[in-house]
């Protein structure tokens, strides 16, 4: 996220010095999101990219869980609390996504796009977050559902990207319901494949590459 005054006025939130802007975030790394005090209220967090469910021992070593799907995410041992109890909104301007598989001509391999709304106006994705014995801090797992038809291509899914409205309905316990407008993609270069790379390179498009 690197557009905070636009949240702050969306959410009625005050971000401050806990901001950082960021282009190319990774598993592991803190996540911008924003959550519901119990007093009321909207309160910048960040914890990391990648769930552990509070239950899990140490000794077991579970691995982070960065998406969940919401067809199960409501019952599913490892996020069933969090669905009930722990609820956020992950911030952002846009996410990247790289083919799978070649179809219908599309491209194959590790070329990224970057996929935003016209003008890389901020978002909220739905999300969910506990905290296990075996981390130092909560983590954050973003809440996936089945991609739209026209970038079924890229990934068979996609994150719940919420308006602010249907966002602190969520918030407040309702049903994650998605904003239904089309995502722009924009092929960007190789650049961002590695995490340690960050800054505005990350999202610049490649020439006569949109959709």
Same mark, same amino acid.
């Given at each position: 996220?690197?557009?905070?005054?636009?949240?702050?006025? =969306?959410?009625?939130?005050?971000?401050? =010095?806990a901001f950082e802007p960021r282009f190319n975030l990774a598993p592991g790394q803190e996540l911008p999101t924003l959550q519901l005090r119990e007093e009321?209220?909207?309160?910048?967090?960040k914890p990391e990219w990648g769930l552990v469910p509070a239950w899990a021992a140490k000794e077991e070593q579970p691995s982070a869980h960065i998406n969940a799907r919401v067809e199960t995410a409501s019952s599913k041992p490892s996020f069933r609390q969090a669905w009930q109890h722990k609820r956020c909104?992950?911030?952002a301007e846009g996410y990247y996504e790289?083919?799978?598989?070649?179809?219908?001509?599309?491209?194959q391999g590790r070329e990224p796009y970057f996929l935003s709304f016209p003008g890389q106006k901020p978002f909220a994705m739905a999300a969910i977050l506990d905290r296990s014995k075996t981390k130092a801090k909560a983590g954050c797992a973003i809440l996936t559902k089945p991609a739209a038809a026209e970038i079924e291509w890229l990934h068979p899914r996609m994150p719940i990207i919420m308006?602010?409205?249907?966002?602190?309905a969520w918030l407040k316990g309702g049903d994650p319901v998605g904003h239904e407008a089309s995502l722009m993609t924009t092929q960007v270069s190789s650049y961002v494949?590695?995490?340690?790379?960050e800054g505005p390179r990350c999202i610049e498009g490649m020439p006569g590459l949109f959709a």
């Open positions: 996220m690197r557009q905070p005054v636009i949240v702050q006025e =969306d959410y009625g939130v005050e971000i401050g =010095d009321g209220g909207l309160v910048f967090v909104l992950v911030l790289w083919p799978a598989r070649s179809t219908a001509g599309r491209p308006e602010s409205g249907a966002a602190m494949n590695n995490v340690a790379h």
